[in-house]
């Protein structure tokens, strides 16, 4: 690998959304506006956010998933059979009520503005998920390209919920089904139309594996009936793995992260990746786009028996803080992995989005572009000692 492409600075996907572009979304899922007219205002968004990353020097852009109420209930406009539920409208459906408003104010979960992709008949394409995401997008950069969707077990988990769903398929597994071949089909749709990275987002997994039960995700609401954590990690591998057998030529990865709704650290989840890694590593794909930047994930010697066996995102930027962290520390973070990893496995991004729903920024514009500068900054220091 050349040394103008070690350590390529990218984002994990979502950008704070303006007001302006808030205010259309809300019109739009009000059905005061047409989903054309919506996006002809999405569209000066995108185009800020790409200028943005690219004056932070960001290497693998997206779009900030502009388009997007967040970054898994928008399949709701390109796929028939799914309804845009508020979580404080699922609570009418919750097995115990009282404990799910309780979990929702300890997790400083704003329910009434975050909406749940929910299936109530049989989901079926009407056009692609994120095919007039990135042909915009390439039509406004020269820079590579990643493309977020949510992975299969993010999909069926958060689209699954019993009273609502369990009507038509009647478990989990019979909904994954049809989820996986939507994504298999997306992928190929992406690649032909010239996408650099494809990235699955499973956020969930972490709560499977360090959940208690005072901390449920709010995204899954089906996850409190789960099984055991083992179960649920080997159902989250072969779903991915069906989604990517036989499926090359793109770039792949999967996003884990602790929670990235909140500001307060002690409302997220915690613990270092030993649980996780031996299940992601058998994943078909790949980097492993992990938040790595905050003592919530651990220590680093975790990695020590997994090494080069994927290439890593590596989170070195907290999204939800105003401090910008300095180049030097994070190229000091970065020496600390490459005891584990080669130089040309190792891409640099914050831990996770900058907005990753709608009516809830994690950060300013002004935060995530000086965040990123440093990024960048580490980056040619890095190049300049490894190459």
Not at 109 to 117: D, E, L, N, Q, R
Not at 250 to 274: A, F, M, P, Q
Request: hydrophobic fraction near 40%.
């Amino acid at each position: 690998m050349s040394n103008r492409n070690l350590f390529p600075v990218t984002v994990v996907g979502s950008w704070a959304r303006p007001s302006y572009l808030i205010k259309a979304l809300r019109s739009r899922q009000a059905g005061e506006i047409s989903f054309k007219d919506f996006n002809d205002v999405a569209d000066k968004a995108v185009l800020e956010a790409l200028d943005l990353q690219e004056q932070a020097g960001v290497d693998l852009l997206t779009d900030g998933e502009q388009r997007r109420d967040n970054f898994y209930s928008f399949v709701v406009e390109k796929l028939s059979g799914m309804k845009l539920t508020k979580v404080s409208e699922l609570m009418d459906y919750a097995k115990d009520r009282a404990r799910f408003e309780e979990v929702l104010r300890a997790l400083d979960v704003p329910a009434f503005a975050i909406k749940s992709p929910i299936a109530i008949d049989k989901i079926q394409v009407q056009e692609p998920l994120a095919l007039d995401e990135l042909s915009f997008a390439k039509k406004h950069t020269n820079r590579d390209i990643k493309v977020t969707l949510p992975g299969p077990y993010m999909l069926t988990r958060a689209s699954w919920f019993e009273g609502l769903t369990d009507k038509v398929y009647p478990e989990p597994e019979d909904l994954a089904k049809d989820v996986v071949k939507i994504l298999r089909d997306e992928f190929e749709i992406l690649k032909n139309a010239g996408v650099d990275f494809i990235q699955w987002d499973e956020p969930t997994l972490s709560q499977v594996a360090f959940g208690e039960e005072t901390k449920e995700t709010f995204m899954c609401a089906a996850l409190p009936n789960r099984r055991d954590p083992s179960e649920e990690l080997e159902f989250a591998v072969r779903l991915m793995n069906e989604t990517m057998s036989g499926l090359t030529g793109v770039k792949t990865g999967v996003h884990i992260c602790r929670g990235n709704w909140s500001r307060r650290e002690d409302v997220l989840l915690e613990g270092n990746y030993g649980p996780l890694l031996p299940y992601l590593v058998e994943m078909n794909v790949d980097q492993l786009v992990l938040e790595c930047a905050t003592p919530r994930a651990g220590d680093l010697d975790v990695f020590k028996e997994y090494g080069n066996e994927k290439e890593i995102g590596f989170g070195v930027v907290n999204p939800r803080t105003d401090e910008v962290e300095s180049p030097q520390q994070i190229v000091s973070r970065v020496e600390e992995l490459l005891k584990y990893f080669d130089p040309d496995k190792i891409y640099l991004n914050p831990d996770c989005g900058f907005g990753t729903f709608a009516e809830r920024n994690i950060n300013t514009n002004e935060v995530a572009v000086n965040k990123l500068k440093s990024v960048s900054a580490a980056a040619d220091i890095l190049r300049s000692k490894y190459s």
